[in-house]
Each structure stands twice: as C-alpha cells, then as structure tokens.
C-alpha cells in the first residue's frame, strides 16, 4: 500500500490528513482520529492503518486537536463529507473509528447524521478503541447517550481493566444498545492499551487481527 497526505479545509483551516490506500481499488474505507492527547501518528493508529490498507481497506486518518467533543465531531463530519464526495476513491461507505475521545466523537457523528434523515448508508459501522465510558473513578455518570441512539453495527476494543471503561458498565451499555454489537477485551490492558509483561506490538496486532475480522464480517454479510 501507499500513503497520501492530504489537507482537508475545516472553516478558515485546514485538517492534516493521511490516506493509507491499498494496491487494489478498495470499497471501504476506515476514517480514524486519535484520543485527547497525541495525533493521527499515535502508534496505535498508525499500526492499524498498515494493516487495514495491506487487506484491501482504504484507511483515512486525521488529526483534531481540540478537546471539545463538539468541535471534534464537527471536524470528524467534515472528514467524512470529504472521503464521501472524492473522486479519487469512490467508495461504497467508511466505517468511523477513533481511540478514546476519537470514538466518542465518531459516535456523535453517527448520531447527528442519523437524525439528519440524510442517511443513505455511507455510513457502515463505528469501532470504538478504548471507548471513555466515564471519567475515571466516576463511574456514576456515563458517556452513553450517543451509543444508545445508534443503529449500525458497533465494535468495541477495551482493556479489561481500562480505569475509564469498568467492564461490566460497558456491558451494560452494549446489552442496552439497539445496535448489533461485540465487544473485544484485552486482557489486562489499561485505557491506553499496555498490557504488563506483553510489547506494545503485540497488543496492537491483536487489535488490528480483531477490527479487521469483525470488518470483514460486516461487510461481507451486508453484501451477500
């Protein structure tokens, strides 16, 4: 695969961007943005990319800096408008994906536009990585009001003693949901994914071995 950088204009700014794009012309894409800290080269994001573009999936990611979820879902929106009206990529829909912050803006987003009524199924799907349920130790309010509301399927990657993501919160969450969803634990992992005792590599390919599986279900069974 190869990568290309793009900047995509965002009000009187611009959004950097990086397009992973496989050998063969894909049908799917992935957007991905990074959590509150770090950016679109946190190694988590970049690992997952290679390994989506290397499998025949289009992989946008982009940094947002900002930590307003509402200016994040915004800038989130207008990545999706740009992927959806290129020429260069034409595809079929894009799954919205993001780390932490990342996938509760992806959520929004998925929200918003399904209360638009506009929905013509660009829209696939939602993996959230390290999904912040609640703020840590403050586990009596949750962040689930946009995940209640969603209606495509959602995927869910969270370490198991991630200290913003309880697990069973989470899964009550996800029995809740309307949505047909998984969840995937990483055993031990924190909310940035360490695992003590195993390499950061080696935890991201069980990530990245996880979305590209459930990505292939998804599509495949959509399209039988």
């Known amino acids: 695969h190869f990568q290309v950088k793009v900047k995509i204009p965002f009000g009187n700014k611009y ?3 990086i397009i992973s794009v496989p050998e063969k012309k894909s049908r799917y894409g992935v957007i991905l943005t990074h959590g509150a800290g770090g950016d679109m080269n946190f190694p988590h994001l970049v690992s997952l990319a290679a390994c989506l573009a290397c499998h025949g999936v289009l992989c946008l990611r982009f940094t947002c800096k ?3 979820i509402a200016y ?3 800038a989130f929106k207008r990545v999706v408008e740009f992927l959806k009206l290129s020429d260069d990529y034409k595809l079929s829909g894009v799954f919205l994906a993001g780390r ?4 509760r803006a992806a959520a929004s987003v998925i929200r918003q536009l399904n209360q638009e009524e506009d929905d013509d199924d660009f829209i696939q ?3 959230c990585l390290s999904y912040p349920l609640h703020r840590p130790k403050l ?3 949750l962040r689930d009001e946009d995940l209640l509301f969603l209606r495509c399927p959602v995927l869910f990657v969270s370490g198991s003693a991630d200290e913003m993501c309880e697990k069973q919160l989470l899964e009550g969450v996800a029995s809740k949901m309307k949505a047909p969803k998984k969840v995937h634990w990483i055993d031990k992992a924190n909310h940035g994914m360490a695992v003590k005792g195993r390499t950061a590599d080696d935890v991201m390919e069980e990530i990245n071995a996880h979305v590209f599986s459930w ?3 998804v599509i495949d069974l959509e399209h039988k």
């Open 100 to 103: 932490s912050m990342g996938s």
């Open 72 to 74: 994040r879902a915004k």
């Open 15 to 17: 959004l950097d961007a």
């Open 66 to 68: 900002g930590l307003n």
């Open 139 to 141: 586990q009596s309010k």
């Open 215 to 217: 990505l292939r279900e």
């Open 125 to 127: 799907g939602l993996i």
